[in-house]
């Protein structure tokens, strides 16, 4: 089981670095054709987008592994270590039922988007749509991962 959910994040952190570099090229590409070119390509802003709409997707189930999110914890800090613990399930229970809704709604959206293609690359909409099913599908799996190995850690069973 360890080994799949190895090979699921390094899945994701190649979907992260690939959109990004796909980013970065569709943006150097057209920061030259705008400087040096006499037309810029029509394509380039719609890529960009879909590409930062899929890098942000695959990197968010990976911040939450990593607790990379920005959090106020003035508060939490002055809270025993027992109930700051139990509060981070509480948030950890809550995010992941919140995206889980999302991703219940994402799926149910993936139809519309069959019947829809972008403007200028004419791609089918449920591919740039899919982004919403991927992002909030990962968060849930690393949240609810992230309950277990507290609640784990909050009951004496170590890592």
Do not use: C
């Not at 054709?33 to 719609?46: G, N």
């Not at 106020?72 to 809550?94: E, K, S």
Request: glycine residues 6%; proline residues 3%.
């Amino acid at each position: 089981m360890k080994k799949i959910w190895s090979l699921f994040g390094h899945l994701l952190e190649i979907g992260a670095i690939l959109s990004f570099l796909g980013l970065v090229a569709v943006v150097l590409l057209q920061v030259y054709a705008r400087l040096f070119l006499p037309k810029s390509p029509h394509w380039t802003e719609e890529a960009s987008r879909f590409l930062f709409i899929y890098t942000v997707s695959f990197a968010s189930g990976l911040a939450i592994r990593e607790r990379a999110f920005v959090n106020v914890d003035v508060f939490v800090n002055l809270l025993p270590q027992t109930l700051q613990r139990w509060l981070q399930i509480m948030l950890d229970l809550l995010v992941a039922a919140f995206m889980a809704v999302v991703f219940y709604y994402s799926l149910k959206n993936l139809g519309i988007g069959r019947m829809q293609t972008s403007a200028s690359l004419r791609v089918p909409m449920h591919y740039i749509f899919a982004s919403m099913s991927v992002l909030s599908g990962t968060v849930v799996l690393y949240s609810l991962a992230e309950v277990f190995r507290d609640v784990r850690m909050a009951s004496g069973g170590g890592n």
